[in-house]
């Protein structure tokens, strides 16, 4: 199962590389978009719950990193709740 990370920019300007263990988080966002920030969590946790859930049928229990890394997408993003208008940019995938 290959894994694969990807590099977002918060409103902030911050920049974070994200983990995930499966190819599937590209059919769910898209390098160069930009994301209201409640729809990019929301993105990201329907992916990293998916790629979990292929580790857990090959491997017998869920990737314990995917829910992780939703966890802290979700913290980050949690900074900039009530914001309006704020976007994540996805700047670029790293397989």
């Known amino acids: 199962m290959p894994e694969m990370r990807f590099v977002v920019e918060w409103p ?6 994200c983990y995930s263990p499966s190819l599937v988080v590209k059919e769910h966002i898209e390098v160069g978009a930009s994301y209201d920030v409640d729809d990019f ?21 869920p990737c314990s990193l995917a829910r992780a890394e939703a966890a802290r ?5 949690a900074r900039f709740q009530g914001q309006s208008g704020v976007k994540v940019r996805v700047i670029r995938f790293v397989e």
């Open 73 to 77: 997408i979700a913290s980050v993003a």
């Open 12 to 17: 902030s300007g911050e920049q974070q590389v």
């Open 41 to 61: 969590v929301a993105r990201c946790r329907e992916a990293l719950d998916i790629a979990s859930e292929r580790v857990r049928k090959k491997y017998g229990f």
